[in-house]
T-cell receptor, first 114, second 112 residues
Framework: DGGITQSPKYLFRKEGQNVTLSCEQN?????MYWYRQDPGQGLRLIYY???????QKGDIAEGYSVSREKKESFPLTVTSAQKNPTAFYLC?????????????FGSGTRLTVV | QQQVKQSPQSLIVQKGGISIINCAYE??????FPWYQQFPGKGPALLIA?????SEKKEGRFTISFNKSAKQFSLHIMDSQPGDSATYFC???????????FGAGTRLTVKP
């Protein structure tokens, strides 16, 4: 079955550590996205990528970094510069030119700072 | 900046009742308005979507009503069921969907 796989499901980070969240899709989608979800704030865009080796900052990119070396993969690194990283992180993808289908989301990674 | 405002924040409805969630947007360039359903611990899933050239779209028990002049759209869930209990997000985007704006979400609880 095609879909988006996010791992790990739960992640704990110590103060000052960098952590990387994995996002893999087998949908052959070109565009991929990272969102952060906080209670009462909806989804906020961190980064997005339309093609391999290219990505753009979203509204809250500070303290995060991404790479897009393969079409299928779009990992997100939460750096120590992100002061409040505890949140639910969602990866999404979109098929090319098919706006009617909207986004396909993964099941998310819950990151907690300990 | 919150370009899509959603209300209410939470909603409790009896089984068989109608659930209504409202959204308002600011940017008149938005041309695609989806609704997503999210269960706890899962990612959102596309439920239904509408474009501004129609005023209503119905899929089963779910209906989107769209008022272009008022810049508002709403989700109606008819004959609400306990299995509909989830968080619902409205969203809006322009053109190629690379800048989709989400509402803050509504937590719906349907009591048996």
């Amino acid at each position: 079955d095609g879909g988006i796989t996010q791992s790990p499901k739960y992640l704990f980070r110590k103060e000052g550590q960098n952590v990387t969240l994995s996002c893999e899709q087998n949908l052959n989608h070109d565009a991929m996205y990272w969102y952060r979800q906080d209670p009462g704030q909806g989804l906020r865009l961190i980064y997005y990528s339309q093609i391999v080796n290219d990505f753009q900052k979203g509204d809250i990119a500070e303290g995060y970094s991404v790479s897009r070396e393969k079409k299928e993969s779009f990992p997100l690194t939460v750096t120590s510069a992100q002061k409040n990283p505890t949140a639910f992180y969602l990866c999404a993808s979109r098929p090319p030119g098919q706006r009617r289908d909207g986004y396909t989301f993964g099941s998310g990674t819950r990151l907690t700072v300990v | 900046q919150q370009q899509v405002k959603q209300s209410p924040q939470s909603l409790i409805v009896q089984k068989g009742g109608i659930s209504i969630i409202n959204c308002a947007y600011e940017n008149t360039a938005f041309d695609y308005f989806p609704w997503y359903q999210q269960f706890p611990g899962k990612g959102p899933a596309l439920l239904i979507a509408i474009r501004p050239d129609v005023s209503e779209k119905k899929e089963g028990r779910f209906t989107i009503s769209f008022n272009k002049s008022a810049k508002q759209f709403s989700l109606h869930i008819m004959d609400s069921q306990p299995g509909d209990s989830a968080t619902y997000f409205c969203a809006a985007s322009i053109g190629n969907n690379n800048d989709m704006r989400f509402g803050a979400g509504t937590r719906l609880t349907v009591k048996p």
